[in-house]
């Protein structure tokens, strides 16, 4: 589990956090002997969690007067209040909650509903599946989208799953991501298992040719999916996928449909296929989508498109699993019920 938070003066930082009301492990942030110092954000890794526990964590700033390399006063800690995360189950557990938004895309009022449903309708993980910002230009931006978005606590008890976007690999800031939105060992393309639901994420990068002029020959995503559809096929291969009751892939620009990525259904599709994935849920069309799956189609699983990022195209996808079924609601920016879909464990 990572921690991440903003700061707003140059200070060293740690997560205080266990089982108990003792919190009795720290994490410190120690790279190469030195502990954490910055002005703008620290990011902790907690480690060694055991998986379907409840653990206690507050985080502590010491602001720090730099005067020189030998002249470093250390002020008085601030700690936060309490909080509590629970760590994905690894399959123990018999149900499963997960909310995804997309394409938020710097809407303010976009952001605060979406940020406010999610409050709304509790979840074992939630998944910001990518656009969040239009281009990465700097710190504050990526502080005002990620750690302080309408000053809503949208993420402090309920695990943030971060899904990258075309939008949000671009800008000159763009390569400082990792640093507000961290992902496990620092990998956009990640495996789940809460209950009875077994969750990929994959990371389809932009929308056009690594060679198009728009890019400045900076983009390599082509290599980049290539490398993640060997990793998949380890995944869809692995026990924890094979034995869980739904398969789900998440994941921004869609495999099929306008605006789709061809590259990566050239990629992944066959392996998502003979992996029995039941779902594929995505964003980056602006407007909630569902095609069926099933015989006679060009894919067994099901396509799910999120919508925005107007405030009245917006959507929060909310699903809840049993060893029996899983439901996947799609409600509007109001709360209301845009659809519902059912699957069938298999």
């Known amino acids: 589990m990572n921690i991440t938070f903003a700061v707003n003066t140059l200070c060293t930082a740690w997560v205080e956090f266990?089982?108990?009301?003792?919190l009795d492990q720290r994490a410190d942030g120690a790279r190469h002997g030195l502990l954490p110092l910055n002005n703008r954000v620290h990011t902790f890794s907690l480690r060694g969690l055991t998986p379907g526990t409840r653990y206690r964590y507050r985080i502590v700033a010491r602001p720090i007067a730099f005067k020189n390399a030998y002249s470093i006063t250390p002020g008085d800690a601030v700690r936060s209040p309490i909080y509590t995360f629970t760590t994905p189950d690894n399959g123990a557990g018999t149900t499963a909650r997960f909310s995804v938004i997309n394409d938020t895309h710097e809407k303010v009022d976009t952001l605060g509903a979406m940020t406010s449903l999610l409050a709304k309708h509790p979840a074992d993980l939630?998944?910001?599946?990518?656009?969040?910002?239009?281009?990465?230009?700097?710190?504050?931006?990526l502080v005002a989208q990620i750690l302080r978005p309408a000053n809503a606590a949208y993420a402090t008890e309920v695990p943030m799953c971060f899904v990258a976007g075309?939008?949000?690999?671009?800008?000159?800031?763009?390569?400082?991501?990792?640093?507000?939105a961290p992902t496990a060992d620092g990998l956009r393309s990640y495996a789940l298992r809460q209950g009875p639901v077994?969750?990929?994420?994959?990371?389809?990068g932009e929308d056009k040719p690594d060679d198009h002029k728009v890019y400045g020959g900076l983009n390599a995503f082509a290599n980049y999916r290539r490398s993640q559809a060997a990793w998949l096929a380890e995944v869809t291969a692995s026990a924890s996928w094979r034995d869980a009751k739904f398969r789900i892939a998440i994941m921004h620009i869609p495999l099929w449909g306008d605006s789709c990525s061809e590259d990566s259904r050239a990629q992944w599709h066959p392996l998502l296929e003979?992996?029995?994935t039941d779902l594929v849920i995505n964003g980056h069309v602006h407007k909630h989508l569902y095609t069926p799956g099933g015989a006679g189609t060009a894919h067994r699983y099901a396509q799910l498109v999120g919508g925005?990022?107007?405030?009245?195209?917006?959507?929060?996808?909310?699903g809840v699993a049993d060893t029996n079924s899983l439901t996947v609601r799609v409600l509007n920016a109001k709360g209301e019920e845009l659809a519902s879909h059912n699957f069938a464990a298999t």
Not at 172 to 178: C, P, T
Not at 198 to 204: H, N, S, W, Y
Not at 308 to 318: E, F, K, Q, S
């Open 166 to 180: 075309n939008h949000d690999v671009r800008g000159a800031h763009a390569r400082h991501l990792e640093r507000f």
């Open 126 to 141: 939630h998944f910001w599946n990518g656009d969040i910002f239009d281009d990465i230009r700097s710190d504050d931006q």
């Open 18 to 22: 266990g089982t108990s009301d003792d």
């Open 274 to 276: 003979a992996g029995r």
């Open 198 to 204: 077994a969750i990929v994420v994959l990371d389809t």
């Open 308 to 318: 925005g990022p107007r405030l009245d195209a917006a959507t929060l996808i909310h």
